[in-house]
């Protein structure tokens, strides 16, 4: 398929979004954006890939510092770097490379609130991926190595700051299907048959 269209994926913890974003990236022969661009931010920056790792997909923490500077919502615009917080630095890094590499070539973007960031783009579609907790939970034990007895907290927290950071940033609800192109039950279907749903529907926009 010669693929004309940016993806990106916004994903429920355990879900899978990392694994059917890179196999939709290759079956489409693009190129894939996930914990790159903590990388490509880091370069850029000059910041320690490790400080940016550990704020990736989270809120600025302090509400008061937020609303002092104006900043409480994202979707409003924001400002120079400045003295901003660690996780707006990165936030800001991101939103320029996710639009210089869309601008590029046809790419597939996971999280990072790529599809608000890409809202203007002609041809880019918006995926959510979600899953009912009992897979999740097993998925994340499996994948992640989560003690059982935790598994679900560390599930719900993980959703909690992907819904705090979206909300934060893009002034929308994280997971509201009037956000999205297309919502997928990843617990249904495997990687494969979900990649496959993903190509069919680019397939009918045509």
Partial sequence: MDCKYTITISRQFGSGGKEIGRALAERLGIAFYDKELISMAAKESGVDPKIFENVD?????????????????????????????????????????????????????VGRCADYVLRDKKNCVNIFLYADIDYRVKRTIEKNNVDPDRAEQAVNKADKTRANYYSFYSGKKWGRPENYDLCINTGKISTDKCVDLIVDYLNLLK
Wanted: charged share 15%.
């Fill in 57 to 109: 997909e989270k809120a600025t923490n302090s509400l008061l510092y937020s609303l002092s500077m104006g900043l409480y919502s994202f979707g409003n615009g924001f400002s120079s770097m400045g003295d901003l917080p660690v996780n707006d630095q990165l936030y800001m890094l991101q939103h320029k490379i996710i639009k210089q590499l869309a601008n590029e070539q046809p790419c597939v973007f």
